[in-house]
């Protein structure tokens, strides 16, 4: 069956760094858009970055953009999330998701869902 196994996160300082990774098993990676969604306590769940399978472009959201960067290996059925100048308010439960469409991921109607890791970023 398909499984979405994230990695990499941790505790951090912030303006530090961590690369979240996410390995994929049991899909035809290379035909999904990949992505990553947060979620901090008592509040929902958001897109954070997504990177289409067909050119392997690339969306962020706002509050991300140019400290995060969303790449994907799709020999290794791997996508990673690279977060630099970590701020607090990053801190959150960092899902990887999959789908068919970029669209259907970013809007969270992603088909598979990881079980998370938490990144915390102390002030």
């Known amino acids: 069956q398909v499984q979405l196994v994230e990695s990499g996160g941790g505790l951090v300082q912030a303006g530090g760094s961590l690369r979240l990774s996410c390995a994929a098993s049991?899909?035809?990676?290379?035909?999904?858009?990949m992505g990553w969604f947060r979620q901090a306590p008592g509040k929902e769940r958001e897109f954070v970055a997504a990177?289409?399978?067909?050119?392997?472009?690339?969306r962020y959201a706002d509050s991300v953009k140019g400290r995060f960067t969303i790449s994907r290996d799709n020999a290794k059925n791997t996508v990673y999330l690279q977060m630099n100048s970590l701020k607090p308010e990053d801190t959150a439960v960092y899902y990887c998701?999959?789908?068919?469409?970029?669209?259907?991921?970013?809007?969270?109607?992603?088909?598979?869902w990881g079980q998370g890791t938490q990144v915390t970023v102390s002030s």
């Open positions: 998701a999959a789908a068919p469409t970029s669209s259907l991921l970013q809007t969270g109607s992603g088909d598979y």
């Open positions: 049991g899909l035809r990676f290379s035909r999904y858009a």
């Open positions: 990177v289409r399978w067909n050119d392997a472009s690339t």
